[in-house]
């Protein structure tokens, strides 16, 4: 089996799936800035390690947090296990630096797999290449350390090996001891820290080995900005099994130069901050992210939706009553985002497809005045529905469409005046049952 049909193989629930939950959870939920607070501030290593002292979640109940998930229609989740400040939320033989170490005692990565794996969803482990406060990784002069410019840490030398070392050893620890996990999502790749940096061939064994099945965002060699190899038509040891990208749906989906499509998820936050940020107050709302799932999935790929819990383990109300309004929609219309890719028909103007097989999802996101104009698809209609409700659609050809051949029409019912409204609706789906060409 080539690296392409491998991954293909691997990848095949993802592509299926289409929606997952990200968690963003750390010590940055106590300053509530943001999760590159350490950063941006320029917060030297002991100050932020006061946030260590005080961490304490006794709201912390993954139970709830994946009945949640599944409720919103997720099929998968993935938890920052350490992002970039170095705090870890698992027990690692390898750092004090680690929830077991504070007030909660708990490993709260166990938990979490343990809780979603009973609902039956797909567990996947974040992990940050960078480390703000190993004592190995570069702090004065690199470029995102909170320390890059703290004049005292001049000169001090550091062992990069040695923090490989750890850092092996960290994913070794987190593919061997919570049983089978489904996602690694690396984060990230920069200048002078990319790919074999990492002593990546290496990293990229160790994990096969132990969890032949998992798929691998492609980070280890690109970021947000670039996707790396796996882009190409021969992608390298580095290049995971799918693209990653942050805040943006690709135009067109992604594809190799030769058109081999690339298996890809965006993630997105629901404000404009990953880790909890009480005082961002633009929320995105449950139609946008209704509509922008269905987008990717038009265009062949997933959505990862972050939430934000506080510090204390809590996922805020108003991204509870998001994901809710999500899941409510989704529990009516699954059917149109599992399994579903994109359509052999253009994208219509009212709306988008989706399809699976010979089921077509007409995504009905604009009002219609009359029957709405299929084009493309005289003859080959065998019957429409509603999806929500299995209501059926008239097919039919207006007395004033004569002009428009090769159009058939759908709507509601009779008469052919009948319009779409969207006023309730965030986006009404119609299964249209294709027949065979010809
Ligand atoms: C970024 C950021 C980060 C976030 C991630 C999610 O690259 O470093 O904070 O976790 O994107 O995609």
Redesign the pocket.
Known sequence: MNIIEDRERRTAWFSKDRFGMFI?WGLYAIPGRG??VQRDEQINQDKYAEYFDEWNPTHYDPVKWAKMAKQAGMKYAIL?TK??EGFCLFDSAYTDYKSTNTKCGRDLVREFVDAFRAEGLKVGF?YSLLDWHHPDYPAYGDMYHGDRNNKALMGKTHNFENYLTYLHNQVRELMTNYGKIDILWF??SYKGHMGEDWHGTELVKLVKSLQPDIIMNGRLEA??ENYGSVMTDEPNVFSGDFA?P?MIIPPAGLQTPSGMDVPWEA?FTLNNN?GYAPNDKQHKNPRQIIKKLVECVSKNGNMLLNVSPTAKGDIPQWQQDVLGTVGNWIRDNGDSIYGCGRSEFPKPEWGRYTQNGNKLYAHIMEESIGAVALPGLKGRIEKARRLSDGFEMVTMTPWVAKEFPDCEFINYGLPEYFSFTTDEEIDTVIEITLKEEG
């Open positions: 963003h999760e590159w920052t992002h970039h974040y984060d990230f970021n947000g990653s942050e993630c990953w």
